[in-house]
């Protein structure tokens, strides 16, 4: 039962709807950007996307309720501004997984490979140095 006053539930849209006004490749480009950006803002999104922030809030609305996508409180450096603070939403896992991420396969497979055939553990941890070194600089 509704309480007095409450907006009316938007009615759940099938599949072949989401897919003829471009919803869903719509909110797939929102998941990909957070991907390669980040944890994103909704005024982020809508700037490297090219869309209104209250699309962007629907979208991210239907990726929460998903499971996809989760709002974080963005931390605040020096004097915060009134009103709320900004959330960021970042992907969760059941959102990283529908993407096709093979990085941490290859990289422990080269990780391997150096250990097997260049020098054995001391390759690998002179790898890993050199990594430190070089984003450290």
Not at 54 to 82: F, I, K, M, S
């Amino acid at each position: 039962m509704k309480n007095v006053g409450e907006a009316p539930e938007a009615p759940a849209r099938a599949p072949q709807e989401e897919l003829a006004t471009g919803e869903r490749s719509t909110r797939n480009r929102v998941v990909r950007s957070i991907l390669d950006h980040g944890p994103s803002t909704v005024t982020d999104l809508a700037g490297r996307l090219g869309l209104t922030q209250a699309a962007v809030r629907r979208h991210l609305d239907a990726l929460v309720a998903d499971d996809v996508v989760a709002p974080r409180e963005q931390r605040v450096y020096g004097a915060r501004t009134r009103g709320r603070p900004a959330k960021a939403f970042a992907l969760t896992d059941c959102g990283r997984d529908a993407f096709d991420q093979s990085y941490d396969t290859l990289a422990a497979d080269a990780l391997r490979w150096i250990a097997q055939r260049e020098g054995g553990e001391e390759a690998v941890i002179a790898f890993a140095r050199a990594r430190i070194a070089e984003q450290a600089g």
